[in-house]
């Protein structure tokens, strides 16, 4: 099996945001792993504040998880 992750660390905070978002979206593919149904529920959800600030709040999450693993970036950029 690819390792899709192989490290939390990264350079910058920016990058270590779209890392968060990338693991938001990772968790979502594992948990509905058929295409047709994510695309189909899509709609739903896009139009839905609740849904979109709950999106928000995983990303948020996630990159508070990144930052912690990258010493809040103390070291680097």
Request: charged content about 25%.
């Amino acid at each position: 099996m690819t390792r899709w992750l192989p490290t939390l660390r990264t350079a910058t905070p920016e990058e270590g945001y779209e890392l968060a978002v990338k693991l938001a979206r990772f968790a979502v593919k594992l948990t509905q792993p058929n295409a047709e149904v994510r695309d189909r529920l899509r709609p739903e959800y896009a139009g839905d504040p609740d849904a979109l600030i709950a999106v928000s709040q995983v990303v948020a999450t996630h990159f508070a998880t990144v930052a912690a693993a990258n010493d809040y970036w103390r070291d680097g950029a």
